[in-house]
């Protein structure tokens, strides 16, 4: 798999967690020839692939993540563009006039021999794509260097044999028992608390009897483990709680737990 390689850091723009999440997640998921996977909330997490490269049988489910060819992919930059730049001409377009004042003495703009006034329509739109066109420059970047942010190749899907899917971890469109593992990294805490026990029972539905759900989320609003367990309807084999060292580097990072659950 093409990937770009990163810094850790205080820029770095995976989170650092990712870092024993992925992997604990890919060993604990025990993915092998003749065994389905579900991966929910999948993002543009390596996960799936990685799952896929070692012969399971994988799936992949998330609401937003955009899965789109490069032509698509393009095109999508440039409507983000437009509207970057449709959003930045209303908030410089000047205010309404008021009738009861008068321009009359307002001096007139006369633009200067060779030099575009600043105030012209065009000279704004060119200044407002230059500006717009750099802060996409990453965005843009994607379409000949693919990395793990987006968005989810359609051959990339192919060659793996990755099945994606747009939809919501509170309604999954499988059958009762479908799965061998079920894996949610770093989904649960951006839902609220009834959402996320939903989508816990969903992921418990699908998975078999026997089956595994491997659990990571960060710690925001207090430890949740017992709650997923209790909607899972079955018992923590393996919890893992992980004290972000990156502290070091973002003094507010979260911490982040790892649960696997024995369905
Ligand atoms: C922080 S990202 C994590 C992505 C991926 N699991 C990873 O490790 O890189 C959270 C993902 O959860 C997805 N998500 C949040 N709520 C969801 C829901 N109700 N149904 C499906 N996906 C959801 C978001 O679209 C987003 O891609």
Redesign the pocket.
Known sequence: MRGRPRADGPGARMKFT?DW?YPWTLLRGQADRGRRLL???????P?PFLWASRGADVYA?????LVASTPRYLAWCASQLVRDLASEARRAAPPPADPASTTARRPVEVPRAGRASPSRPRGRLARFARYHLARNRERLSRVARPDFWGPVSPALLRRYGVRYLN????RLPFADGTFDAVSC???LE??ARA?RLA?VREMARVARPGARLVITYDVVDGDITGELVAAAGGAAIERVYFHASERLYAPNAPDVVGVVIQI
Do not use: N, P
Request: hydrophobic residues 40%; aromatic residues 4%.
């Open positions: 990712r999440e991966d929910c909330g999948a993002g543009y997490s996960l489910l998330d609401r937003d993540a939809g919501d971890i509170t990294v770093s989904v951006h839902m959402a989508a």
